[in-house]
């Protein structure tokens, strides 16, 4: 049984970082694609940034410049490193792996529970 397990969200003031993990067991990312994705209120969910299986990375461009994606297959973890948070950088994050295809596709894959960013003064 897969499980993804997020953390690291927070409250942050516009202009702030934070840098989510994504710890997961029972696959491995090393043979996955990956991806981070957020739910604002309202919102669809959408992908912020994937890792494909082979390791190429694709960024939203409402990110491009401000986040980096990354994995660390020793641990078998990925990571979303945030920086120049805005206000409209608020959602629950989720990481998503999917060990069927080279690039993600919703519906085969895990997620996780996700975690909550807050960007506010």
């Known amino acids: 049984q897969a499980q993804l397990v997020e953390s690291g969200g927070d409250l942050v003031q516009p202009g702030g970082s934070l840098r989510l993990s994504c710890a997961a067991s029972g696959v491995k990312f090393s043979t996955s694609a990956m991806g981070w994705y957020r739910e604002a209120p309202g919102q669809q969910r959408e992908l912020v940034a994937d890792?494909?299986?082979?390791?190429?990375?694709f960024y939203a461009d409402f990110v491009k410049g401000r986040f980096t994606v990354s994995r660390d297959e020793a641990k078998n973890a990925a990571y979303l490193q945030m920086n120049n948070l805005k206000p409209e950088d608020t959602a629950v994050y989720y990481c998503?792996?999917?060990?069927?295809?080279?690039?993600?596709?919703?519906?085969?894959?895990?997620w996780g529970q996700g975690t909550q960013v807050t960007v506010s003064s």
């Open positions: 998503y792996i999917d060990p069927h295809h080279w690039r993600v596709e919703i519906g085969q894959g895990y």
């Open positions: 890792i494909t299986r082979g390791h190429l990375i």
